[in-house]
């Protein structure tokens, strides 16, 4: 996959290794990010990760169909343009599939072909395109802090005051503005889970909980060593505890342990020159 932070990200799920191999390979030379997932389990986790800008899904997955993994998709409020690949479906699985998604073409299929039908998929859905990372979260919404960091939804980054600049998933953006939207406040699982996935995301608390380890290594890797500004309250949920003494609701041990981490570095740099 190219490195092309603007590039439209393309996420190909068929379970035809050889296949979307090919497809991958000709939207990079095409200009686009793409990378590929076998299963319906495969691509979720690269969706939790990555802003996927176009789904390019076989109606035959393995585990379940392409039309049931979209549909689950939009049921959890997660709305992405898609063309179908089909086999030999009855017309009225066709039929569905242009409902729910944008276009569809039959085997064998021409690669050029694909791409061009992608880029005009890619024009429609831009004016009426979902600009929501998460349920709680905009492609527009302005850069906020986050314990001593400023976090980036646009560019799905975090930057810290030691100068790192991070890449992030949209899932811990999402959890972090609606721990800074709530500072101070017991948030239970359920009300995380519903802010960030929506009403009727069918997510498991040991999920959420994943996701929490992340941002804390996040800023552990950065410096931040006293991760208490995010504590689980057990059998309930978090607390975010944001300082009230700090310019722009940062939290103060946080910022101080990247001044300590920093005079650490500047003490082995001393030492080891």
């Not at 190909?12 to 030379?29: A, C, K, N, P, S």
């Not at 906020?144 to 899932?171: E, I, M, Q, S, W």
């Amino acid at each position: 996959m190219k490195d092309n932070k603007s590039a439209p990200f393309v996420l190909v799920v068929d379970g035809d290794d050889e296949l979307t191999q090919g497809i991958v390979r000709h939207f990079v030379d095409s200009d686009f990010a793409a990378v590929g997932a076998s299963t319906a389990r495969e691509a979720n986790r690269i969706l939790a990760d990555h802003f996927v800008n176009l789904l390019i899904l076989n109606m035959s997955m393995r585990g379940n169909s392409g039309i049931e993994f979209l549909e689950r998709l939009q049921q959890n409020g997660l709305h992405i343009p898609a063309i179908f690949i089909a086999d030999r479906h009855s017309q009225v699985d066709r039929i569905r599939a242009l409902e729910i998604g944008d276009d569809i073409m039959q085997k064998p299929i021409v690669i050029k072909e694909l791409v061009a039908r992608a880029r005009a998929v890619l024009r429609r859905a831009e004016t009426s395109r979902d600009w929501h990372l998460t349920e709680n979260v905009t492609l527009n919404d302005k850069p906020f802090p986050f314990c001593g960091a400023t976090v980036y939804p646009k560019d799905l980054r975090v930057a810290f005051p030691n100068g790192t600049v991070a890449d992030v998933g949209r899932k811990e953006v999402g959890l972090m503005a609606a721990f800074a939207s709530t500072g101070d406040v017991i948030l239970s699982r359920k009300d995380i889970i519903h802010r960030v996935w929506g009403l009727h995301a069918n997510i498991r608390s040991r999920s959420l909980d994943q996701y929490v380890v992340r941002i804390r290594q996040l800023f552990r890797k950065n410096g931040c060593e006293d991760i208490s500004f995010l504590r689980t309250i057990h059998c309930v949920g978090y607390l975010y505890t944001p300082s009230t003494d700090c310019d722009g609701g940062s939290s103060a041990h946080c910022r101080g342990d990247i001044a300590r981490t920093q005079r650490r570095q500047q003490r082995r740099e001393v030492v080891g020159g």
